[in-house]
């Protein structure tokens, strides 16, 4: 056998073992080692399919990969007593399954579908033939005896909690976790709900559990059908019969009521109308347009005047046992109480309605809602009265009063007067009128101190508050263009409009704003000999801010700011000092933080005696070398050009210099990157605006990028390549 156990192809010979033992290498030999070749070729499973196979494939757990997909035809796996019977694959991600060259069943991820019926034919009886089941219930198919059964399960599918059990003498639905009929079908045709059928019977309806009592429907005749109820032993008691021109009600076997097609009602004895709860529409009699509703609410009996639908009231009567009222549209007009007292609503009664009572009092007209009402009475003294008082009528917490000089209007539960006005129009708010004060106004129940608005002279107003003694010591007056403040008798502050500004003046030399370190704010003296004018103390600093925020919050977002102590006057944003100008110098704040410019903001030109300075100290350097012949070489290739600027004061004269994107290309030639070395500079924004105050666009500027050079270290890079070359031909000139 060519091959061991595991599979390792063995030979017979070696022959160089042959040839260092001495041995001949002879044909036999030759024949019985090719021979084994042979054997071991004729056992090879071969990948072309030429050879069947012999013995079973041991794949040793490994597995089998891309088999032909087949078709449902021909299948790209059969087995041995069917070629057209096996598995294919119809598309990625599915399964097929084929008899007899025809589909039958295709298995996706997400569903079976099956071609033709499932069949399962259980040996035995079980309730548990086929399952469907979901994650939370599920669908168990079965029998039992000679009855199919449908049941509801959960998602186990062993608890069945719904059931369909279908014989050859009926059709039952039951449920309940203990399955109970709810509805049963007899051969007949004759129904049960949660009860069996009765023969006779076309349905028969019971309480669930209890078939002792319940409801049938039968036919009785030919032309007749009937509902009754039947009690526990079966007897009918209470029928409907239905017949073609009349449906008549029995009650005990007695005829009670029958209703014939002409519409006529026929009743035996009195007829009760007794709801189980108040309602508007107990009895109704409609007509063609309008009809009579007979209904009750809680303690009332109403009558009311409907639409044709029997829907919308209009005219109601209302009766209880305490009064009688008339509404019209759904508004009561007319009331009369226990007591004989006519009460009219809105609206008139014979155009008018006269109270003469025979006494003052209080009471001589009510109006009354659920939690308040009206009442109009007189009181001694020719006052006349209107409150606003509780449901009772009795409580007054509103009142008006009138008299032939004065109106008075009290409000609370005892009445104290909020608005006064008297004959001269003069007005009194929390008290009484002042002679001399068009309004005054004070504090409920505190008479000693308020505000008064008064006509002080024929083109004066002012508006003045009162002490103690009715004495005023502080007033605002309004004549002509000005305003004027007094304090005490004394003018404080006034503000004038001599033309088409106004000024405002203080009558004091300093005016401290906030207090603290004597701070003074000018502006203006009226006579423009002073501009703006911020004043502190020399230990202090002086700020100037831009803030935003509600009162309480503010935060600035810049500020100027002048230090005393060092004599520097710095600008800040976001909270932060930027720029500084002191006596000698304007520099940034931060050291090597801030740029001059920026690559949307250039300088046009920059006038200067002496050129600027740049920071060349070793100790702050590193990796200091000499430049690359490879970076000179490169700088040798950039070309200088002449040029124009294209937007500038001066875009028709001539410039000369060395272009970014130009250097970038010769560096990039020579396999450098021009943007790793200080050479070039490039900047790329974002669509920005900063907008003035009064939010009109003051910078807008649209997204782009920009190129620039850095020139110094660019004329660094020249100079140093024509020292190189310099050298160079120096070298050649003394060689």
Same mark, same amino acid.
């Given at each position: 056998? /060519?091959?061991?156990?595991?599979?390792?192809?063995?030979?017979?010979?070696?022959?160089?073992?042959?040839?260092?033992?001495?041995?001949?290498?002879?044909?036999?030999?030759?024949?019985?080692?090719?021979?084994?070749?042979?054997? @071991?070729?004729?056992?090879?499973?071969?990948?072309?399919?030429?050879? /069947?196979?012999?013995?079973?494939?041991?794949?040793? *757990?490994?597995?089998?990969?891309?088999?032909?997909?087949?078709?449902?035809?021909?299948?790209?796996?059969?087995?041995?007593?069917?070629?057209?019977?096996?598995?294919?694959? /119809?598309?990625?991600?599915?399964?097929?399954?084929?008899?007899?060259?025809?589909?039958?069943?295709?298995?996706?991820?997400?569903?079976?579908?099956?071609?033709? %019926?499932?069949?399962?034919?259980?040996?035995?009886?079980?309730?548990?033939?086929?399952?469907?089941?979901?994650?939370?219930?599920?669908?168990?198919?079965?029998?039992?005896?000679?009855?199919?059964?449908?049941?509801?399960?959960?998602?186990?599918?062993?608890?069945?909690?719904?059931?369909?059990?279908?014989?050859?003498?009926?059709?039952?639905?039951?449920? *309940?976790?203990?399955?109970?009929?709810?509805?049963?079908?007899?051969?007949?045709?004759?129904?049960?709900?949660?009860?069996?059928?009765?023969?006779?019977?076309?349905?028969?309806?019971?309480?669930?559990?209890?078939?002792?009592?319940?409801?049938?429907?039968?036919?009785?005749?030919?032309?007749?059908?009937?509902?009754?109820?039947?009690?526990?032993?079966?007897?009918?008691?209470?029928?409907?019969?239905?017949?073609?021109?009349?449906?008549?009600?029995?009650?005990?076997?007695?005829?009670?009521?029958?209703?014939?097609?002409?519409?006529?009602?026929?009743?035996?004895?009195?007829?009760?109308?007794?709801?189980?709860?108040?309602?508007?529409?107990?009895?109704?009699?409609?007509?063609?347009?309008?009809?009579?509703?007979?209904?009750?609410?809680? *303690?009332?009996?109403?009558?009311?005047?409907?639409?044709?639908?029997?829907?919308?009231?209009?005219?109601?009567?209302?009766?209880?046992?305490?009064?009688?009222?008339?509404?019209?549209?759904?508004?009561?007009?007319?009331?009369?109480?226990?007591?004989?007292? =006519?009460?009219?609503?809105?609206?008139?009664?014979?155009?008018?309605?006269?109270?003469?009572?025979?006494?003052?009092?209080?009471?001589?007209?009510?109006?009354?809602?659920?939690?308040?009402?009206?009442?109009?009475?007189?009181?001694?003294?020719?006052?006349?009265?209107?409150?606003?008082?509780?449901?009772?009528?009795?409580? !007054?917490?509103?009142?008006?009063?009138?008299?032939?000089?004065?109106?008075?209007?009290?409000?609370?539960?005892?009445?104290?007067?909020?608005?006064?006005?008297?004959?001269? %129009?003069?007005?009194?708010?929390?008290?009484?009128?002042?002679?001399?004060?068009?309004?005054?106004?004070?504090?409920?129940?505190?008479?000693?101190?308020?505000?008064?608005?008064?006509?002080?002279?024929?083109?004066?107003?002012?508006?003045?508050?009162?002490?103690?003694?009715?004495?005023?010591?502080?007033?605002?007056?309004?004549?002509?263009?000005?305003?004027?403040?007094?304090?005490?008798?004394?003018?404080?502050?006034?503000?004038?409009?001599?033309?088409?500004?106004?000024?405002?003046?203080?009558?004091?030399?300093?005016?401290?704003?906030?207090?603290?370190?004597?701070?003074?704010?000018?502006?203006?003296?009226?006579?423009?000999?002073?501009?703006?004018?911020?004043?502190?103390?020399?230990?202090?600093?002086?700020?100037?801010?831009?803030?935003?925020?509600?009162?309480?919050?503010?935060?600035?977002?810049?500020?100027?700011?002048?230090?005393?102590? =060092?004599?520097?006057?710095?600008?800040?944003?976001?909270?932060?000092?930027?720029?500084?100008?002191?006596?000698?110098?304007?520099?940034? !704040?931060?050291?090597?933080?801030?740029?001059?410019?920026?690559?949307?903001?250039?300088?046009?030109?920059?006038?200067?005696?002496?050129?600027?300075?740049?920071?060349?100290?070793?100790?702050?350097?590193?990796?200091?070398?000499?430049?690359?012949?490879?970076?000179?070489?490169?700088?040798?290739?950039?070309?200088?050009?002449?040029?124009?600027?294209? %937007?500038?004061?001066?875009?028709?004269?001539?410039?000369? @210099?060395?272009?970014?994107?130009?250097?970038?290309?010769?560096?990039?030639?020579?396999?450098?990157?021009?943007?790793?070395?200080?050479?070039? %500079?490039?900047?790329?924004?974002?669509?920005?605006?900063?907008?003035?105050?009064?939010?009109?666009?003051?910078?807008?500027?649209?997204?782009?990028?920009?190129?620039?050079?850095?020139?110094?270290?660019?004329?660094?890079?020249?100079?140093?390549?024509?020292?190189?070359?310099?050298?160079?031909?120096?070298?050649?000139?003394?060689?």
């Amino acid at each position: 056998m /060519p091959f061991d156990v595991a599979g390792n192809f063995s030979r017979l010979h070696n022959w160089q073992d042959d040839r260092d033992a001495g041995i001949r290498i002879l044909a036999d030999r030759h024949d019985a080692e090719d021979d084994n070749f042979a054997l @071991g070729f004729n056992q090879t499973f071969l990948r072309t399919g030429a050879a /069947p196979m012999t013995g079973d494939l041991n794949m040793n *757990g490994n597995g089998i990969h891309t088999i032909e997909a087949g078709s449902a035809a021909v299948p790209g796996l059969t087995f041995e007593l069917d070629v057209d019977t096996g598995l294919f694959q /119809p598309a990625p991600d599915q399964l097929g399954v084929s008899v007899s060259g025809l589909q039958t069943a295709l298995f996706t991820s997400a569903s079976l579908n099956l071609i033709g %019926k499932l069949a399962i034919n259980a040996p035995t009886d079980i309730p548990s033939n086929f399952f469907l089941l979901g994650a939370t219930a599920g669908i168990r198919m079965g029998s039992a005896l000679d009855t199919a059964t449908i049941d509801a399960t959960d998602e186990t599918g062993s608890a069945a909690f719904k059931a369909m059990s279908v014989n050859a003498l009926g059709f039952s639905v039951s449920t *309940g976790a203990a399955p109970q009929p709810a509805l049963a079908i007899n051969n007949q045709g004759e129904f049960g709900f949660n009860t069996l059928p009765v023969a006779g019977v076309i349905a028969r309806f019971a309480y669930r559990g209890y078939d002792d009592v319940g409801m049938e429907i039968f036919r009785s005749s030919a032309v007749e059908l009937g509902i009754h109820t039947f009690d526990r032993a079966g007897a009918a008691y209470r029928a409907i019969r239905h017949l073609a021109a009349s449906h008549a009600w029995n009650i005990g076997g007695t005829p009670i009521m029958s209703l014939s097609d002409t519409g006529l009602l026929t009743t035996v004895g009195l007829v009760l109308i007794d709801a189980p709860a108040d309602g508007n529409s107990l009895f109704r009699v409609l007509g063609v347009t309008a009809g009579l509703r007979i209904g009750t609410a809680p *303690g009332i009996a109403t009558i009311d005047a409907v639409d044709e639908t029997g829907g919308v009231s209009y005219k109601p009567l209302s009766i209880n046992a305490t009064t009688i009222s008339l509404a019209i549209e759904g508004t009561t007009k007319l009331l009369v109480n226990a007591a004989g007292a =006519v009460v009219a609503g809105s609206g008139t009664i014979n155009g008018s309605l006269l109270v003469d009572a025979p006494a003052d009092g209080n009471n001589i007209l009510r109006v009354l809602g659920a939690t308040a009402g009206l009442r109009m009475g007189s009181s001694a003294g020719g006052i006349a009265t209107i409150d606003a008082v509780d449901e009772t009528g009795g409580l !007054s917490y509103k009142s008006l009063d009138i008299v032939a000089a004065s109106y008075d209007l009290k409000i609370g539960p005892t009445p104290a007067t909020v608005i006064a006005i008297d004959i001269n %129009k003069l007005i009194g708010f929390n008290c009484a009128p002042t002679a001399g004060a068009i309004a005054r106004f004070q504090n409920f129940n505190n008479n000693d101190a308020g505000l008064e608005i008064r006509r002080t002279a024929a083109d004066i107003m002012s508006l003045m508050s009162y002490n103690r003694q009715a004495g005023a010591y502080t007033k605002l007056n309004y004549y002509g263009l000005t305003h004027a403040w007094h304090i005490g008798g004394v003018e404080t502050m006034s503000l004038i409009q001599p033309s088409s500004q106004g000024i405002l003046l203080l009558n004091r030399t300093a005016y401290a704003i906030g207090g603290g370190n004597g701070g003074q704010l000018q502006i203006g003296d009226g006579l423009g000999s002073a501009g703006l004018t911020i004043h502190a103390s020399a230990t202090g600093s002086n700020d100037i801010q831009l803030s935003r925020g509600t009162t309480g919050t503010l935060s600035y977002n810049g500020m100027i700011r002048y230090e005393q102590s =060092v004599n520097v006057l710095s600008f800040w944003t976001n909270a932060t000092s930027r720029v500084r100008i002191a006596d000698t110098n304007i520099s940034p !704040s931060v050291d090597a933080t801030y740029n001059l410019g920026a690559a949307t903001f250039r300088w046009a030109t920059v006038y200067a005696s002496v050129g600027t300075i740049n920071t060349s100290d070793e100790r702050e350097k590193t990796d200091i070398c000499p430049i690359p012949d490879a970076w000179l070489d490169a700088w040798g290739a950039v070309q200088y050009s002449r040029y124009k600027w294209i %937007k500038t004061s001066d875009s028709k004269v001539w410039h000369v @210099g060395v272009i970014a994107q130009r250097i970038v290309a010769t560096f990039k030639a020579a396999g450098i990157d021009a943007l790793e070395l200080g050479l070039v %500079k490039y900047d790329a924004w974002e669509f920005r605006s900063e907008t003035t105050i009064d939010g009109t666009v003051e910078i807008p500027n649209s997204a782009g990028d920009r190129w620039g050079v850095n020139y110094a270290e660019c004329s660094i890079m020249e100079a140093a390549y024509q020292r190189r070359e310099i050298a160079r031909l120096k070298a050649l000139l003394h060689a």
